[in-house]
């Protein structure tokens, strides 16, 4: 093979099982397309994990890549589309302990309508959560 980088995909991934630095043209290949689409469907701070992340699973999976295909950027996707779907569960379990969590509101308090109030303002609070950027959500759940 020519330079890092020349050829198709799959040539480059069987490649980079035997040097691991080929694996470096499909990161640069396809890493912008892959952000653009985690940037669309997440905000920019967890895009950039995830894209980063698709390449780390891409370089440990490469075995299982199916090297008749040579194009690596329907697999790539693919699996962005699962850290995604993994990030959006992780997000929402995250948000409705924070719901469950209200601060200021005793749980345990007999007067029934401070539980009521605690339980109808947790789910306008997650929805308030989420709004916020990572790391000003971050901020101010230390604070609080």
């Not at 199916?66 to 992780?90: E, K, M, V």
């Not at 345990?108 to 947790?122: F, H, I, K, M, Q």
């Amino acid at each position: 093979m020519g330079s890092v980088g020349a050829g198709p995909d799959n040539q480059l991934i069987e490649a980079s099982l035997t040097d691991a630095d080929c694996f470096t043209a499909i990161f640069e290949r396809h890493f912008g397309a892959i952000y653009s689409d985690a940037a669309r469907r997440l905000r920019p701070e967890p895009a950039d994990d995830v894209s980063a992340a698709v390449f780390v699973e891409a370089f440990v999976g490469r075995r299982r890549f199916d090297l008749a295909q040579p194009d690596a950027r329907p697999w790539l996707y693919g699996i962005a589309t699962n850290l995604i779907r993994r990030h959006h569960r992780s997000e929402t379990r995250r948000l409705k302990a924070y719901a469950r969590a209200v601060p200021g509101a005793d749980i345990n308090a007999p007067d029934v309508d401070s539980r009521l109030d605690a339980e109808a303002t947790g789910p306008l609070l997650a929805a308030a959560l989420h709004r916020l950027a990572n790391h000003d959500r971050d901020a101010l759940l230390l604070f609080a």
